[in-house]
């Protein structure tokens, strides 16, 4: 029989290993002599994002900003007591991300592989070798040539998203405006251009914001707390995944895709028209034998990837036009003046002839990166080996590391007063080499987005469409100074954004 002083000496043998275990884990960087940032002994540098104080991008942002951090290249950092890099230095990270990408072609973040196939073996989160061989067969559905043939689809989703706005009731401002959560608005657009151009289905999210698609969209990204924890598992502590049973997809949310995108696949299979989009692509997976879950996969990551940043994008754009009315005036003249000339009809030329629209878009991902940073895995093929980096740090393989464009994109060396919304930064004789490549909201190299074409494309559509018979002015619930919800990994307001729509046609 085991005694109490038998037990009562196990629990004490077991908390002075894990102590030495921690501390040992804790010392790395003093040990290699690396600068790095004084972690706490639960949870490493992450405290007050586990805690749920601070977003994802602001916990970067102290790292990034701290003193020890300040005048480095780089900076050793903990997750838990999993060491880490953080990389500050746009040489280095053009490196990691680019130069030595066979190095850091996977990424840090897990899904569950067990309880969320649709999740675990998308795209975004594949490793290689079979990431590779899926990026190369999914590039041809995003190419310019696409997007032209797309284009008409995306404009005729713009079209419903003005005729909606036109439809709601004017009861502010004396009968001028009414108002309305930006974010969500936005999103019933988003998932209306999916479900379009991935699956060639009407989702009229803007008719019944309540259907199927955006029921299910609402679920992935509505940050509640279990959901935060669901996303910091997966981006920071994969250990933790079996343990709370973290789903990218619920159970509700994969049957609707796997009977969605069987749908379209098998009536397009019956139709025996070729589109050359995505849905034909799944089709040729199925005939190479790829599993279903492989191939319902991609298309669901287009799903959670395609509506969620470009609403996001939309919507601080709509914020920042009702902080910046002159801006707002500017981007309305082009509008009009660019109409005008072709009679109201919203082309491909057209949307890509606008350069204030173009450098409106690029300011607010400057300042609101949907994704706020990216992260890498080292791997070596001789597991024993190091990367070495530069002349004093040797990256071990399986160390994350992580590239915090939040902090670099509103960093004052790179952009003058980067709080500020200033689009014209980004004019061609304004931009200088260093602005340019210090802004990458959509990650860099062979790993970088593989949507950034359609992401830019509908968002710039959604926008003129928005604009061209209303303007955004701040009201009463409008964020003064905007504050990120420190619950949503993908950056979102706190409490979401407000603001008056105010009807005034251009023509
Ligand atoms: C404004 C809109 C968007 C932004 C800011 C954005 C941003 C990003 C970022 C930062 C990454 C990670 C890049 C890296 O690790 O280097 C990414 C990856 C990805 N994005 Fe986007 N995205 C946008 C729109 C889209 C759209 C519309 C789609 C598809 C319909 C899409 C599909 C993907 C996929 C599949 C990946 C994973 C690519 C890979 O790992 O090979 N994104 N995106």
């Not at 942002?61 to 060491?83: R, T």
């Not at 998203?161 to 439809?167: G, K, M, N, P, Y």
């Not at 464009?405 to 790179?414: F, G, H, L, N, P």
């Not at 340019?436 to 909201?441: E, H, L, V």
Request: glycine share 4%.
């Amino acid at each position: 029989m085991i005694g109490l002083t038998e037990v009562l000496l196990f629990c004490i043998s077991s908390i002075v290993i894990l102590y030495f275990y921690l501390k040992y884990n804790f010392s790395y960087w003093r040990r290699k002599n690396i600068p790095y940032i004084k972690p706490n002994y639960i949870f490493g540098n992450l405290k007050d994002m586990v805690l749920m104080k601070k977003t994802a991008a602001y916990m970067f942002k102290d790292l990034y900003e701290h003193k020890i951090a300040a005048n480095e290249p780089y900076v050793g950092i903990h997750i838990f007591n999993k060491p880490g890099v953080l990389i500050r230095d746009l040489e280095l990270i053009k490196k990691v991300l680019i130069k030595d990408f066979n190095n850091f072609s996977n990424r840090f973040t897990r899904m569950n592989p067990h309880n969320d196939p649709l999740g675990s073996n998308n795209l975004f989160l594949l490793r290689n070798p079979m990431w590779r061989e899926l990026r190369q067969k999914l590039t041809p559905v995003f190419t310019s040539g696409k997007m032209k043939q797309m284009f008409y689809l995306v404009e005729q989703i713009g079209n419903k998203l003005d005729e909606h706005l036109l439809s709601v009731p004017l009861n502010k401002q004396g009968g001028k405006a009414f108002t309305k959560e930006l974010k969500e608005l936005c999103a019933l657009y988003t998932t209306d251009v999916i479900a379009s151009v991935a699956y060639g289905l009407n989702a009229n999210s803007m008719k019944d914001p309540n259907g199927e698609f955006r029921k299910n969209g609402r679920k992935l990204f509505n940050f509640t707390v279990g959901r935060a924890v669901d996303f910091m598992s997966f981006f920071f502590l994969p250990q933790f995944i079996p343990i709370v049973n973290a789903t990218l997809f619920t159970k509700e949310a994969s049957n609707f895709l796997y009977a969605t995108i069987g749908y379209a696949m098998e009536e397009r299979e019956k139709s025996g028209v070729t589109r050359n989009d995505l849905i034909d692509v799944l089709l040729t997976f199925k005939k190479q034998n790829y599993s279903h879950d492989m191939i319902v996969a991609q298309a669901a990551v287009f799903f959670t990837a395609g509506y969620e940043t470009t609403s996001s994008t939309m919507s601080f754009a709509l914020y920042e036009l009702s902080q910046n009315q002159e801006a707002q005036q500017k981007l309305r003249r082009e509008i009009k003046e660019e109409l005008t000339k072709s009679n109201g009809k919203i082309t491909y030329d057209l949307i890509n002839s606008m350069e204030y629209l173009s450098i409106v878009i690029q300011e607010v991902l400057r300042m609101y990166p949907p994704l706020p940073f990216l992260d890498r895995e080292c791997s070596m093929e001789d597991q024993n080996e190091y990367y070495q980096l530069d002349d004093k740090l040797r990256i071990p393989n399986g160390m994350p590391v992580y590239i915090p464009i939040y902090a670099i994109q509103r960093d004052e060396k790179y952009f003058d007063q980067p709080n500020k919304f200033i689009p014209e930064r980004f004019l061609p004789e304004n931009r200088d080499k260093l602005t340019y490549n210090a802004s990458m909201p959509f990650g860099i190299g062979p790993h970088n987005c593989i949507g950034e074409r359609l992401g830019l494309m509908q968002a710039k559509i959604g926008l003129v469409n928005f604009l061209k018979n209303h303007y955004v002015a701040p009201n009463e619930k409008t964020q003064k100074e905007m504050v990120l919800d420190p619950l949503a990994l993908i950056i979102a307001a706190k409490g979401g954004i407000y603001c008056d729509i105010v009807r005034d046609s251009l023509l």
